[in-house]
T-cell receptor, first 113, second 114 residues
Framework: DADVTQTPRNRITKTGKRIMLECSQT?????MYWYRQDPGLGLRLIYY???????NKGEISDGYSVSRQAQAKFSLSLESAIPNQTALYFC????????????FGDGTRLSIL | AQSVTQLDSQVPVFEEAPVELRCNYS??????LFWYVQYPNQGLQLLLK??????LVKGINGFEAEFNKSQTSFHLRKPSVHISDTAEYFC????????????FGDGTTLTVKP
C-alpha cells in the first residue's frame, strides 16, 4: 500500500461545483502539503500544515481551503471550481526535522469544464 | 525568501550518453538541497539530497549532484543514461530553519532517445 494516498486519482467536473480532494498518510509525519502542478510551472504550494492545529497559506491559496482532520488526513476543497483550477494536484508529507525530504502521493488529475 | 532556477526546461540525449541537469538557487540563509524525479502518472520521488559535508552527493539510479556554494548551484549528473531515465526532474531548496518549507524549480524534462 502507498504511504501517501490521494483520492480520487481523476476527476472531471463542471464550473461552480464544490470539490474535495483527500489525502491520507501512513508515514506518521507531522507535516502535510498541497501543491498544484501545471506544465512549465513546476509545483506551486497551495496550503501546508505543520501539525493538526497549524494551517498556513501557500503562494496560491485563493479559491482553495483545507482541513486537517487528523495527523494522517489533510483534505483540499475548491468551494466553487473554475476552469483555471484544472491541474494536477499533489499531496506531500514530511517529518518535523527540517532537513527531511517530502514524500508525495501519486496525484489527482482534476479537469473543470 | 528563496528561489530555484532550473536552467533547461528540456534536455534530449541519446542512450548511454552523459547528462547534466542544471540548477541554481538563491537564499538569504543556509539551505538544504534536493533533486526529485517524476515518472509519468506518478508523484515525485527523492533522488538525492545535500544537507552538509561532502559537496558531491550520490543518489539512486546512478545519479549524483555537486553542491557549489560560491556559484549557488546544485547540478545533477549521470555518466551514462538509460531509456528508463526519461522523466521530469525537479530541483528543490529548503531553508535551514524550523519554519522553512521547500521551494521547487519549474522542472527539466529529460528525454533519452535510443
Amino acid at each position: 500500500d502507498a504511504d501517501v494516498t490521494q483520492t480520487p486519482r481523476n476527476r472531471i467536473t463542471k464550473t461552480g461545483k464544490r470539490i474535495m480532494l483527500e489525502c491520507s498518510q501512513t508515514k506518521g509525519h507531522d507535516r502535510m502539503y498541497w501543491y498544484r502542478q501545471d506544465p512549465g510551472l513546476g509545483l506551486r504550494l497551495i496550503y501546508y500544515s505543520f501539525d493538526v492545529k497549524d494551517i498556513n497559506k501557500g503562494e496560491i491559496s485563493d479559491g482553495y481551503s483545507v482541513s486537517r482532520q487528523a495527523q494522517a488526513k489533510f483534505s483540499l476543497s475548491l468551494e466553487s471550481a473554475i476552469p483555471n483550477q484544472t491541474a494536477l494536484y499533489f499531496c506531500a508529507t514530511s517529518d518535523r526535522d527540517r532537513d527531511q525530504p517530502q514524500h508525495f502521493g501519486d496525484g489527482t488529475r482534476l479537469s473543470i469544464l | 525568501a528563496q528561489s530555484v532556477t532550473q536552467l533547461d526546461s528540456q534536455v534530449p540525449v541519446f542512450e548511454e550518453a552523459p547528462v547534466e541537469l542544471r540548477c541554481n538557487y538563491s537564499s538569504s540563509v543556509s539551505v538544504y538541497l534536493f533533486w526529485y524525479v517524476q515518472y509519468p502518472n506518478q508523484g515525485l520521488q527523492l533522488l538525492l539530497k545535500y544537507l552538509s559535508g561532502s559537496t558531491l552527493v550520490k543518489g539512486i539510479n546512478g545519479f549524483e549532484a555537486e553542491f557549489n556554494k560560491s556559484q549557488t548551484s546544485f547540478h545533477l549528473r549521470k555518466p551514462s543514461v538509460h531509456i528508463s531515465d526519461t522523466a521530469e526532474y525537479f530541483c528543490a531548496v529548503s531553508p535551514n530553519t524550523n519554519a522553512g518549507k521547500s521551494t521547487f524549480g519549474d522542472g527539466t524534462t529529460l528525454t533519452v532517445k535510443p
